[in-house]
């Protein structure tokens, strides 16, 4: 049981290599359609995730409530598909969410510029020009989605397990290798201990989920950690009442064992709009 997610360029045979990827190891995919009608499910709009998917946003819309509502039900859609292991993350910054997971397998697919425009003039019925323009924006706009959301580089290789170029290896080559390196490196313990940190980080977003969303408790910056459902919160409130509301709202939680407190209380706080 593991997870394996992939970051590509676009037009360099990465969505070609998921499939492959899917078909010999029987994953699940979780692509862009997928996440879509999740994040659609959970209730984040059409307008809100076209807006942020993917991109770079202006430096007014990184510092609004909908940048920070868009990573939230993202981080959820992405850690309820890693719950079941098994499956394939595609994009949408997944190996930077799930960093640290024990059973996760991390891979970024490239190519070379020039097989890139070739593949893109066919995808798009575009000159060299255009293709170059629609390739070069993409590039802008997802090294921009990790900076701004998660506060890495997309195209750092370090960031990675394994990076691919897709200029000699084709799709079933490449599906392969990743394949095999997925046996190699994630056997049982590996398995046992991922599913453990997936639990207690989705059950972290479960906890800031109810606080923040439904409950709609003004704790700011709030910040949740689980370790075998022992809860830590953290964040900055105006009153008492608000830190012993989110308390108890993390308290009602299944899965929880005991919470701890560190939510700081700054009575002439306030968070401008």
């Not at 997870?3 to 699940?28: F, H, P, V």
């Not at 807006?51 to 990184?62: H, L, Q």
């Not at 020039?114 to 255009?130: E, G, L, Q, V, Y």
């Not at 005991?258 to 700054?266: D, K, R, T």
Request: charged residues 25%; proline residues 3%.
């Amino acid at each position: 049981m593991a997870i394996i997610a992939i970051a590509r360029e676009l037009a360099s045979l990465g969505e070609e290599t998921a499939y492959e990827l899917m078909r010999i190891s029987g994953y699940r995919l979780i692509d862009k359609e997928y996440l879509e009608k999740r994040l659609g499910d959970i209730g984040l709009s059409a307008e809100k995730r076209e807006k942020y998917d993917e991109k770079s946003p202006g430096f007014w819309a990184s510092l609004s409530q909908q940048r920070d509502d868009y990573l939230h039900f993202l981080k959820t859609a992405i850690l309820e598909a890693a719950r079941e292991n098994d499956c394939i993350i595609m994009g949408r910054g997944g190996h930077t969410i799930l960093h640290g997971v024990p059973n996760l397998l991390s891979v970024k697919i490239t190519a070379p510029m020039a097989m890139r425009i070739d593949k893109s003039k066919t995808m798009f019925h575009c000159d060299n020009k255009r293709a170059l323009q629609m390739l070069e924006q993409s590039d802008h706009d997802r090294s921009g989605f990790h900076k701004y959301f998660f506060s890495t580089s997309w195209n750092d290789p370090r960031e990675f397990d394994m990076t691919i170029c897709t200029a000699n290896i084709d799709p079933v080559c490449a599906a392969r290798t990743i394949d095999s390196l997925r046996a190699a490196l994630i056997g049982q313990e590996k398995e046992a201990a991922g599913m453990q940190k997936i639990a207690d980080l989705y059950l972290s977003q479960q906890i800031a989920t109810e606080i923040i969303y439904k409950n709609k408790i003004p704790i700011h910056f709030l910040e949740v950690t689980s370790e075998n459902g022992v809860i830590s919160l953290h964040g900055v409130a105006n009153t008492q009442t608000s830190i012993d509301s989110a308390v108890a709202v993390a308290h009602s939680v299944t899965g929880v064992r005991h919470v701890e407190s560190a939510i700081q209380l700054v009575q002439e706080f306030t968070v401008m709009p």
